[in-house]
């Protein structure tokens, strides 16, 4: 399973982008992760980890065949887990 990771431009200082990233591949370690905006890459899932509810990240990203999350702060880190438990279920 590949999931592609794009960040926004970092605007939020407040705002620990990577800490979501990390703790994805804490929790599913035989999960393959990239960064969504290499150029060839096919994904299985997109997680999209924005620093505020403006989501500049969405406006341009490549689609996993599963779709893709948004993440707009740390709390929402569940609905990314949630989302990768449930299609890796699958495969």
Do not use: Q, W
Not at 22 to 31: G, Q, S, T
């Amino acid at each position: 399973m590949r999931i592609g990771i794009k960040y926004c431009g970092g605007c939020n200082p407040r705002f620990r982008g990577g800490a979501v990233a990390e703790r994805l591949r804490c929790d599913f370690p035989d999960v393959l992760m990239a960064s969504a905006v290499d150029a060839g890459g096919t994904f299985d899932l997109v997680v999209v980890v924005c620093g505020c509810k403006t989501a500049c990240a969405t406006r341009t990203h490549p689609a996993g065949s599963c779709g893709t999350v948004l993440v707009t702060h740390e709390e929402e880190y569940e609905k990314a887990a949630s989302r990768l438990s449930e299609i890796r279920g699958g495969h």
